[in-house]
């Protein structure tokens, strides 16, 4: 007896693996002793129990869905404990049982309830009749899992035979039934399941760790569809696209790796925004909506001379930093550019786009000013006549400045006709200077 009890612990002890007879583990064997109880002296009274000491019960069982399994199992004990009795007593039952693992969690517990048909022989010194009888029997037990290919078993049947003893056994019921106690370890085998994930170990790609029949047993912490590991963000939701990982922006940049998780950019940014494309990112962008150089920190130069445009008040013409980014051409420089025309004239030719060009200089140097053209006519002809001619002129002049790009709101015009001449017009060379357009600052 201390033999096999010795032997039934080390097997408990080094046995490995999973947990408990289910769909993984279908098949269990369970190998014991028995205990056979005629209770002539009352139940449970060691008078009446005969106890194999030995390897005396042997069950085949296969689980077949929803916490049932159908049971096949033998036992062999040697009657003695009855006067007059010294048979070899052996059963055989089929039967079902019920475990409660698929109705409540009892952790490594579990208990059973089992009933079957059964075969007893073997009872000849204690029966007047045949020694072999066929039974119904119901019974209860718990088992112990230690893992989920091992449990100690522990059970208790109450056997009814279909025919009765003689007197010489003397139960309330005439001898007719009778306990038997069983013991032992049980096996559980089959496909197993490790991890107790419900999917097999054969067709589970992470067998050691519980994971979802959808991912081939694999876990799947942060429930985006995508096993942890192949997953670069395990523990929070995100794209396949991404290998797992989230992208807040939409950007395409997964937010571990993004600079600017909240708001889309471009990769060469490491996802922050570049809303002009002049590859700064607007966060670093003096001038996030005009494209620029690094130079300007973001900020366009359009005449080159290293002023941002808008620290500049000359953008279009390069100047100096010491004069605002403006060309050095003062306003006084307008008294010396006077426009003459031809003898009732107001087209503007070529000399006349000529000094114009550099009136333009001046006008871009000092954007903030306002200029007056006046023009003025000669004393040929009516007043009638020069007045409007006067104002023909101021106007031609206008137009082309407004046509190079001038602001017409800078721009006034005047007409002076032939009262305010520059010179004489007693003489031809006089008459010619007369003929004219000046430029007056009005601010």
């Known amino acids: 007896m201390k033999n096999y009890i010795f032997t039934m612990f080390m097997v408990a002890v080094f046995s490995s693996a999973l947990?408990?007879?289910?769909?993984?583990?279908?098949?269990?064997?369970?190998?014991?002793?028995?205990?056979?109880?005629?209770?002539?002296?009352?139940?449970?009274?060691?008078e009446d129990l005969s106890i194999s000491p030995n390897f005396s019960y042997l069950e085949i069982s296969r689980y077949i869905g929803s916490g049932f399994s159908v049971d096949l199992a033998g036992t062999i004990n040697n009657i003695d404990r009855i006067s007059g009795a010294d048979d070899l007593y052996y059963g055989l039952d089929l039967g079902t049982s019920l475990t409660s693992r698929e109705v409540i969690d009892l952790g490594n517990f579990e208990s059973i309830l089992r009933t079957g048909l059964g075969y007893v022989g073997g009872l000849s010194g204690i029966s007047s009749e045949s020694e072999d009888f066929f039974t119904v029997y119901a019974g209860a037990g718990i088992n112990y899992w230690f893992n989920d290919a091992l449990a100690?078993?522990?059970?208790?049947?109450?056997?009814?035979?279909?025919?009765?003893?003689?007197?010489?056994?003397?139960?309330?019921?005439?001898?007719?039934?009778?306990?038997?106690?069983?013991?032992?370890?049980t096996f559980a085998f089959g496909d197993g399941d490790k991890d107790r994930d419900g999917v097999k170990d054969s067709v589970d790609e992470c067998p050691e760790v519980p994971g979802l029949e959808s991912l081939n047993g694999c876990p799947d912490d942060d429930g985006d569809g995508i096993k942890n590991s192949d997953d670069d963000c395990p523990m929070t939701a995100g794209l396949a696209a991404l290998n797992g990982c989230p992208d807040a922006d939409g950007?395409?940049?997964?937010?571990?790796?993004?600079?600017?998780?909240?708001?889309?950019?471009?990769?060469?940014?490491?996802?922050?925004?570049?809303a002009d494309g002049d590859g700064i990112k607007d966060a670093d962008d003096a001038c996030p909506n005009a494209a620029g150089s690094k130079a300007m920190n973001g900020c366009p130069d359009a005449d080159g001379d290293g002023l941002a445009d808008k620290d500049d008040k000359c953008p279009a013409v390069a100047g100096p930093a010491s004069n605002?980014?403006?060309?050095?051409?003062?306003?006084?420089?307008l008294v010396d550019y006077d426009i003459n025309f031809d003898l009732e004239k107001y087209n503007i030719d070529a000399t006349d786009v000529q000094r114009l060009s550099t009136v333009i200089k001046v006008l871009l140097a000092n954007s903030d000013a306002n200029i007056s053209i006046e023009g003025h006519a000669d004393n040929t002809g009516e007043e009638s006549f020069n007045n409007p001619l006067s104002n023909n002129r101021a106007s031609s002049i206008k137009d082309y400045l407004v046509n190079v790009g001038i602001d017409a709101g800078r721009l006034s015009t005047k007409a002076f006709g032939e009262s305010m001449p520059k010179a004489s017009n007693d003489t031809e060379e006089g008459r010619a200077i007369n003929r004219r357009v000046e430029f007056k600052v009005v601010n």
Not at 258 to 270: I, Q, S, T, Y
């Open 19 to 46: 947990y408990a007879q289910n769909e993984s583990n279908p098949w269990g064997i369970t190998v014991g002793t028995n205990t056979v109880d005629l209770y002539q002296t009352g139940i449970f009274a060691k």
């Open 152 to 185: 100690l078993s522990v059970k208790t049947t109450y056997k009814m035979y279909t025919r009765e003893f003689d007197g010489l056994i003397s139960n309330d019921d005439g001898g007719r039934h009778h306990f038997q106690h069983l013991a032992g370890l």
């Open 251 to 274: 950007d395409g940049i997964k937010d571990t790796d993004d600079d600017c998780p909240k708001e889309a950019g471009v990769a060469a940014l490491n996802g922050c925004p570049d």
């Open 324 to 333: 605002n980014g403006c060309p050095e051409y003062p306003l006084s420089m």
